[in-house]
């Protein structure tokens, strides 16, 4: 579980996020969604430790950021997984070496036990056969469910996935949103992705907060937000004109 | 106090590089591999470079040498100090700011640009260290690369000597003539800076780019620009240092 207390971050005086404060369940899938702009990117990336926020805390299974030295950010940040939004594997590597690579890096773990387990990350995204493919080889749902596996790899506490469907297909999109959602169940961990996609929203958003202009405007799960009179949110739910469409049979 | 803050990043960058350092098997292969890109790769550029421009210093020595009172062997000696003092060091760096300095910031570049640098940041790896300390260390072997480039030149001279005609025997003794072995002290140390330079300055360029694709380029350029630029001033100051 991670909550996050009265968050605000600002870049040249702008204000990117502005006291933000909830809580990420563990178990669950917590979306951050909202507008190009609002903040999310910004938001994921201080949960992350990429960006250290200007006030508020972050409190990580009880442990605050304020209270954690360089070391112990080290040791935190091998507990996350992130899903880049360009998927961000390794040019140079094939499939299995992007997958072994955190191992590598990071575990004491011989060369063998190291594939053996990047073969079972590899096997949970069902992509066995790609395992000697260069990323340029692959298609982007391919290369996102490498990600995800590279992810996985080192059983984090914490995943992390920005705007995971960008790109691909709704089909592909919908694949990779189930994967997600299967993975935080079966291995308990607390996922948040960023997303602006409904069709997420609707899948697997289990716990989601909506951003405006860096500030919390909304939070909810995927059943309450189609019946929330909160006007940005149902503005930006029944943007297109399909949803316009059904919302008139809700 | 945009160049000021430019310089600080650029030293707390180098100062970075050395630290919270990845697992020795991991780094001995990048560095393996730094060395077969950076060094070995950048032979054959150097050695045809090398050849050629020695047989135009040696060619362009001996226009000017058309007295017949003085020596032939002053073409080798002029040949062999060109060669040694500037050209092997100084311009064989600078056109090695051009391969070796806009690969490093277009692969670091694309690494950022496509978030594998941010990758490697929540992994808890040092970026710096994994990407930056290889270069450093592969390019400490390139005073190899510049003695190749010596040799080379000094043998483009003899052969485009030995096709005009003046003796070979005169162009030896002309290389022999009045050695220094200071010079190639100062060519050498000249050298060891240059490559700390071509490691470092286009892997700040790279690091620190912003932007997307169109941008890459934009840092090439901009690292070939500042690299030639500072190894031209630390050029001048080691040789005031050095020889004034």
């Known amino acids: 579980m991670i909550e996050i207390k009265n968050i605000i971050k600002s870049f040249n005086e702008s204000t990117i996020v502005n006291n933000v404060s909830t809580t990420f369940l563990k178990g669950k899938t ?17 949960l992350l430790g990429l960006h250290t926020p200007d006030s ?10 304020k209270k954690m030295n360089d070391s112990s950010k080290t040791l935190l940040r091998r507990e996350m997984g992130m899903v880049f939004q360009g998927s961000a594997l390794f040019d140079s590597m094939t499939v299995i070496e992007n997958v072994m690579f955190p191992l590598t890096m990071l575990s004491d773990k011989n060369d063998e036990e190291i594939r053996e387990k990047a073969e079972i990350a590899i096997q949970r995204v069902e992509l066995e056969k790609a395992y000697d493919k260069l990323p340029s080889e692959l298609s982007g749902g391919m290369q996102k469910r490498v990600a995800i596996a590279r992810a996985i790899v080192m059983n984090p506490k914490y995943l992390f996935c920005d705007e995971p469907n960008s790109g691909l297909d709704p089909r592909t999109s919908i694949i990779i949103d189930k994967l997600i959602q299967e993975i935080t169940k079966e291995f308990n961990i607390t996922t948040i992705i960023n997303s602006h996609d409904m069709n997420s929203v609707m899948e697997i958003g289990e716990k989601i907060i909506f951003l405006v202009d860096g500030e919390k405007n909304w939070e909810g799960t995927n059943k309450e937000i189609f019946k929330t009179t909160n006007q940005s949110v149902t503005d930006f739910v029944y ?12 | 106090m945009f ?12 100062k970075m590089s050395f630290f919270k350092p990845s697992k020795w098997k991991v780094l001995r292969k990048l560095i393996f591999k730094e060395i077969n890109d950076l060094i070995i790769e950048s032979i054959p550029i150097v050695a045809i470079l090398s050849f050629f421009i020695g047989a135009v ?9 058309s007295s017949p009172f003085i020596s032939k062997s002053l073409i080798g000696f002029a040949t062999r ?3 040694i003092l500037e050209f092997a060091p100084t311009f064989m760096s600078i056109i090695m700011a051009g391969k070796v300095g806009s ?25 710096l260290n994994y990407l930056v300390f290889p270069k450093i260390v592969a390019l400490l072997f390139y005073p190899f690369v510049i003695t190749i480039s010596m040799f080379v030149a000094i043998f483009g001279g003899f052969l485009a000597m030995t096709f005009a005609g003046v003796p070979s025997e005169a162009y030896i003794s002309g290389i022999q003539m ?34 997307g694709a169109l941008e890459v380029g934009k840092a090439s350029t901009l690292s070939f620009v500042w690299t030639s630029i500072i190894i031209i001033v630390v050029n001048f100051i080691i040789t005031q240092l050095l020889l004034s």
Not at chain 1, 56 to 65: A, F, K, L
Not at chain 2, 5 to 13: H, T
Not at chain 2, 109 to 127: C, F, H, K, S
């Open chain 2, 57 to 65: 210093i040696s060619i362009q020595t001996a226009l000017n040498l």
């Open chain 1, 239 to 250: 943007s297109s004109e399909l949803l316009k469409k059904v919302k008139k049979y809700l």
């Open chain 2, 3 to 14: 160049y000021l803050s430019d310089i600080g990043k650029y030293f707390i960058m180098i």
């Open chain 2, 103 to 127: 690969y490093i910031t277009s692969s670091i570049g694309t690494m950022r640009v496509t978030e594998q640098i941010d990758a490697l940041e929540v992994m808890g790896i040092n970026p």
């Open chain 1, 30 to 46: 917590n979306l951050i969604i909202g507008q190009s702009g609002s903040g999310k990117t910004v938001l994921l990336k201080c």
């Open chain 2, 81 to 83: 100090q060109s060669v």
């Open chain 1, 56 to 65: 508020g805390e972050i409190i990580y299974d009880g442990v605050s950021n």
């Open chain 2, 178 to 211: 009045e050695f220094e072995p200071y010079h190639i002290v100062y060519a050498y140390i000249k050298t060891f800076l240059f490559a700390i330079i071509l490691a470092t300055v286009p892997s700040y360029h790279g690091f620190y780019m912003k932007g």
